[in-house]
């Protein structure tokens, strides 16, 4: 209670329970105790923490960075799809060669998406070594994660590694409906 002239006072309760579960059950035994409280910004100590600026701030942040992560997914999915879509451009008498003498659909999408895969595999293990060493460096700024959370590493190792599937997709598709004759013409 404080030592003014005020009559009023904070409440603060500690339970193992859900705390917004707790506020009714709280309010109404302190009208039991004293029909008379005004009872009045009855929230949660996480309520609490929540609205303050510094959790505001650190929220906006998280946000603009998840941001700009999904436009560099973006941009490195573009960009793997130019250049698997130029090497199948650059490859396209090759492929009607391969188409020509015989090659099946199947084994032209396995060489474009192998290909692909190499870059990808190359990126992700590159990719892998400069976070672990970055969180290393930067381990005493984390909080909430370690700095080696291999369920972090692994699901966006597992992301980074699906979306180019999509940029493969469309030039693996393109170097498989090659017309032999016409790749042959070409050039």
């Known amino acids: 209670m404080n030592q003014i002239g005020e009559h009023s006072f904070t409440l603060v309760v500690r ?24 009872v009045s910004n009855e929230s949660t100590m996480i309520e609490k923490i929540d609205a303050t600026q510094a959790a505001l701030l650190h929220r906006f942040s998280a946000w603009l960075v998840g941001g ?4 560099a997914l973006i941009l490195g999915v573009v960009g793997l799809y130019g250049v698997i879509s130029y090497s ?5 008498r090759e492929i009607g060669v391969r188409m020509a003498l015989g090659a099946q659909r199947s084994s032209v999408y396995g060489l474009v998406m192998q290909q692909a895969g190499w870059l990808t595999a190359i990126g992700l293990i590159i990719g892998l070594i400069c976070s672990v060493g970055t969180s290393m460096l930067i381990r005493s700024l984390l909080f909430g994660v370690q700095s080696w959370d291999a369920v972090t590493l692994v ?9 180019p599937i999509a940029a493969m997709f ?11 004759v016409e790749a042959l013409r070409a050039e």
């Open 15 to 38: 339970t193992s329970q859900e705390g917004s579960a707790l506020l009714p059950e709280l309010v109404s035994t302190l009208h039991k105790i004293n029909s008379n409280l005004g």
């Open 68 to 71: 700009f992560a999904a436009m």
């Open 88 to 92: 199948v451009s650059q490859r396209t």
């Open 155 to 163: 699901s966006v190792a597992l992301l980074l590694g699906l979306a």
């Open 170 to 180: 469309l030039p693996a598709r393109r170097a498989a409906s090659v017309n032999p």
